[in-house]
Protein backbone atom coordinates (compact mmCIF):
# COMPACT_ATOMS: atom_id res chain seq x y z
CA UNK A 1 0.00 0.00 0.00
CA UNK A 2 1.12 3.53 -0.96
CA UNK A 3 2.35 5.94 2.05
CA UNK A 4 -0.47 8.34 1.09
CA UNK A 5 -3.13 5.06 1.43
CA UNK A 6 -2.14 4.54 5.11
CA UNK A 7 -3.68 8.22 5.95
CA UNK A 8 -6.33 8.02 3.78
CA UNK A 9 -7.56 4.93 5.43
CA UNK A 10 -6.76 6.33 8.87
CA UNK A 11 -8.63 8.92 7.90
CA UNK A 12 -11.94 7.05 6.49
CA UNK A 13 -11.69 4.64 9.52
CA UNK A 14 -11.91 7.52 11.61
CA UNK A 15 -8.23 7.00 12.86
CA UNK A 16 -6.23 10.43 13.99
CA UNK A 17 -3.02 9.12 12.40
CA UNK A 18 -1.93 7.14 10.66
CA UNK A 19 0.40 5.95 13.09
CA UNK A 20 -2.56 2.81 14.33
CA UNK A 21 -1.73 0.82 11.40
CA UNK A 22 2.33 0.70 12.90
CA UNK A 23 0.62 0.00 16.82
CA UNK A 24 -1.68 -3.02 15.01
CA UNK A 25 0.90 -4.22 12.79
CA UNK A 26 2.84 -4.67 15.68
CA UNK A 27 1.01 -6.20 18.35
CA UNK A 28 -0.59 -8.66 15.55
CA UNK A 29 3.13 -9.96 15.04
CA UNK A 30 4.17 -9.88 18.43
CA UNK A 31 1.07 -11.00 20.42
CA UNK A 32 1.49 -9.46 23.81
CA UNK A 33 0.37 -11.94 26.78
CA UNK A 34 -2.33 -9.25 27.44
CA UNK A 35 -3.70 -5.60 26.90
CA UNK A 36 -5.63 -4.08 29.85
CA UNK A 37 -3.64 -1.78 31.86
CA UNK A 38 -2.08 1.20 29.33
CA UNK A 39 0.65 3.91 29.18
CA UNK A 40 0.80 5.58 26.31
CA UNK A 41 4.30 8.21 26.40
CA UNK A 42 4.15 10.67 23.89
CA UNK A 43 0.17 10.14 22.93
CA UNK A 44 -0.89 13.04 20.81
CA UNK A 45 -2.67 13.21 18.64
CA UNK A 46 -3.76 10.28 20.48
CA UNK A 47 -4.17 7.79 17.49
CA UNK A 48 -2.64 5.09 19.08
CA UNK A 49 -4.66 5.78 22.23
CA UNK A 50 -7.81 5.43 20.34
CA UNK A 51 -6.70 2.56 18.33
CA UNK A 52 -6.17 0.61 21.85
CA UNK A 53 -9.31 1.99 23.11
CA UNK A 54 -11.29 1.14 20.46
CA UNK A 55 -10.05 -2.27 20.06
CA UNK A 56 -9.73 -3.50 23.80
CA UNK A 57 -12.58 -1.50 24.95
CA UNK A 58 -11.91 -3.18 28.48
CA UNK A 59 -8.84 -1.83 28.75
CA UNK A 60 -7.79 1.30 31.11
CA UNK A 61 -5.63 3.68 28.64
CA UNK A 62 -3.18 6.51 30.83
CA UNK A 63 -1.74 8.78 27.53
CA UNK A 64 0.67 11.76 28.31
CA UNK A 65 2.13 14.09 26.32
CA UNK A 66 3.61 18.09 26.39
CA UNK A 67 1.25 18.61 23.43
CA UNK A 68 -2.85 19.18 23.49
CA UNK A 69 -4.73 15.99 22.84
CA UNK A 70 -8.31 16.54 22.19
CA UNK A 71 -10.53 13.92 24.35
CA UNK A 72 -11.10 10.60 23.54
CA UNK A 73 -13.82 8.92 25.45
CA UNK A 74 -11.93 6.00 28.27
CA UNK A 75 -8.77 8.03 28.02
CA UNK A 76 -7.19 9.65 31.03
CA UNK A 77 -5.26 12.72 29.32
CA UNK A 78 -2.14 14.13 30.64
CA UNK A 79 -0.80 17.19 29.65
CA UNK A 80 2.71 16.60 31.11
CA UNK A 81 5.94 15.93 29.95
CA UNK A 82 7.27 12.30 30.95
CA UNK A 83 10.08 13.88 32.95
CA UNK A 84 7.45 14.35 35.16
CA UNK A 85 5.60 11.06 35.01
CA UNK A 86 6.12 10.66 38.82
CA UNK A 87 3.48 13.78 40.04
CA UNK A 88 0.96 12.40 38.36
CA UNK A 89 -0.98 10.36 41.23
CA UNK A 90 -3.54 8.15 38.50
CA UNK A 91 0.14 6.69 36.91
CA UNK A 92 2.16 6.45 39.84
CA UNK A 93 -0.66 4.66 41.17
CA UNK A 94 0.17 1.86 39.18
CA UNK A 95 3.80 1.44 38.71
CA UNK A 96 4.94 -2.10 37.99
CA UNK A 97 1.41 -2.79 36.76
CA UNK A 98 0.91 -1.77 33.59
CA UNK A 99 0.80 -4.53 31.08
CA UNK A 100 1.91 -2.41 27.80
CA UNK A 101 4.17 0.91 27.26
CA UNK A 102 3.63 2.42 23.82
CA UNK A 103 5.67 5.07 23.01
CA UNK A 104 5.51 6.85 19.62
CA UNK A 105 7.27 9.79 21.15
CA UNK A 106 10.03 11.60 18.53
CA UNK A 107 11.83 14.81 19.28
CA UNK A 108 11.59 17.65 17.29
CA UNK A 109 14.26 17.30 14.68
CA UNK A 110 16.80 19.87 13.83
CA UNK A 111 18.24 18.95 10.51
CA UNK A 112 21.57 18.64 12.46
CA UNK A 113 22.55 14.59 12.16
CA UNK A 114 24.94 14.88 15.44
CA UNK A 115 22.00 16.81 17.93
CA UNK A 116 19.12 15.27 16.45
CA UNK A 117 21.18 11.90 17.46
CA UNK A 118 21.63 12.76 20.55
CA UNK A 119 18.28 14.32 21.45
CA UNK A 120 16.52 10.87 19.92
CA UNK A 121 18.77 8.62 22.34
CA UNK A 122 18.24 10.94 25.43
CA UNK A 123 14.48 10.65 24.91
CA UNK A 124 14.80 7.05 23.76
CA UNK A 125 16.41 6.42 27.10
CA UNK A 126 14.04 8.31 29.39
CA UNK A 127 11.18 6.37 27.77
CA UNK A 128 13.26 2.92 28.38
CA UNK A 129 13.35 3.95 31.72
CA UNK A 130 9.70 4.52 32.17
CA UNK A 131 9.20 1.61 31.06
CA UNK A 132 10.85 -0.37 33.10
CA UNK A 133 9.52 1.20 36.19
CA UNK A 134 5.93 1.19 35.12
CA UNK A 135 5.42 -2.31 33.55
CA UNK A 136 4.40 -5.11 35.19
CA UNK A 137 6.77 -8.49 34.86
CA UNK A 138 5.90 -9.78 31.44
CA UNK A 139 4.70 -6.58 30.49
CA UNK A 140 4.94 -5.70 26.02
CA UNK A 141 6.80 -2.19 25.47
CA UNK A 142 6.93 -0.47 22.06
CA UNK A 143 9.37 2.71 21.39
CA UNK A 144 9.49 4.00 18.17
CA UNK A 145 13.02 5.04 17.62
CA UNK A 146 15.20 5.74 14.60
CA UNK A 147 18.04 3.89 12.55
CA UNK A 148 21.05 6.14 13.29
CA UNK A 149 24.44 5.49 14.99
CA UNK A 150 22.91 5.19 18.13
CA UNK A 151 20.67 2.56 17.61
CA UNK A 152 22.87 -0.44 18.49
CA UNK A 153 23.89 1.32 21.69
CA UNK A 154 19.89 2.15 22.56
CA UNK A 155 19.05 -2.04 21.79
CA UNK A 156 21.85 -2.81 23.89
CA UNK A 157 20.64 -0.85 26.89
CA UNK A 158 17.00 -2.11 26.10
CA UNK A 159 18.49 -5.84 26.86
CA UNK A 160 19.75 -5.12 29.67
CA UNK A 161 16.50 -4.77 31.09
CA UNK A 162 14.02 -6.87 28.85
CA UNK A 163 13.99 -10.45 28.07
CA UNK A 164 13.32 -9.98 24.75
CA UNK A 165 13.87 -7.15 22.22
CA UNK A 166 13.13 -7.18 18.68
CA UNK A 167 13.25 -4.68 15.67
CA UNK A 168 10.46 -3.53 13.45
CA UNK A 169 10.02 -1.95 10.42
CA UNK A 170 6.19 -1.95 9.96
CA UNK A 171 4.71 -1.62 6.52
CA UNK A 172 2.88 2.03 7.65
CA UNK A 173 6.28 3.61 7.95
CA UNK A 174 7.23 5.23 4.82
CA UNK A 175 10.00 3.62 2.90
CA UNK A 176 12.29 6.73 3.10
CA UNK A 177 11.69 7.39 6.68
CA UNK A 178 14.70 6.49 9.38
CA UNK A 179 11.71 5.71 11.69
CA UNK A 180 12.18 2.26 13.28
CA UNK A 181 10.14 0.09 16.06
CA UNK A 182 12.05 -1.59 19.11
CA UNK A 183 9.69 -3.92 21.26
CA UNK A 184 10.61 -5.49 24.87
CA UNK A 185 9.31 -8.20 27.12
CA UNK A 186 9.76 -7.08 30.63
Known sequence: M???NWAHKAKLMGYRSRAVFKLEEILIKSKPNKITTIL?????PGGWSQFIINR?????????????M???KGIK???ESIENIYDIEDIVRLKG??????????PNLTGISAIDCEN???LNNLTIKVAINFLETNGTFIMKTFQNSNLKSLRKDM????NLVQTYKPAASKKKSGEIYLYGVK
Open 40 to 44: DLGSA
Open 120 to 122: IFG
Open 97 to 106: KFDLVISDIA
Open 70 to 72: DFI
Open 77 to 79: FFK
Open 56 to 68: YPKSQVFAIDTLD
Open 2 to 4: HAD
Open 159 to 162: ELSF
